[in-house]
Nanobody, 126 residues
Framework: QVQLVESGGGLVQTGDSLTLSCVAS????????VGWFRQAPGKERVFVAR????????SDADPVKGRFTISRDNGKNTVTLQMNSLKTEDTALYYC???????????????????WGQGTQVTVSS
């Protein structure tokens, strides 16, 4: 089992920045690909970004390219999502996610994920 706990959500204005963090516990963190999904009201949960097993093994969704950056610190069992130039359409519940590194190798549907955090709300107002 892997437990994931997110933090860092909040209410910001268009153009602001926000950093989400997720701390993992349980099994060996470095054996997992970790990342983020988000779910806007009335919509399905969709992929945002992922960090694989090795340095440089990252993926992100087209709507966030150039604005969001994912990073991980295996020493601290942490994955971070730095969100810049936020837009109202970024408003969603953001979920930390984890799956074995060989299972989650790029942008994916939620079915690939084995473990979820409880979610943290990000609201961007105009």
């Amino acid at each position: 089992q892997v437990q994931l706990v997110e933090s860092g959500g909040g209410l910001v204005q268009t153009g602001d920045s926000l950093t989400l963090s997720c701390v993992a516990s349980g099994r060996t963190f470095s054996n997992y690909a970790v990342g983020w999904f988000r779910q806007a009201p009335g919509k399905e949960r969709v992929f945002v970004a992922r960090f694989g097993r090795s340095v440089g093994s990252t993926s992100d969704a087209d709507p966030v390219k150039g604005r969001f950056t994912i990073s991980r610190d295996n020493g601290k069992n942490t994955v971070t999502l730095q969100m810049n130039s936020l837009k109202t359409e970024d408003t969603a519940l953001y979920y930390c996610a984890a799956a074995p590194w060989y299972k989650w190798t790029g942008p994916a549907r939620e079915a690939v994920v084995d473990y979820w955090g409880q979610g943290t709300q990000v609201t961007v107002s105009s």
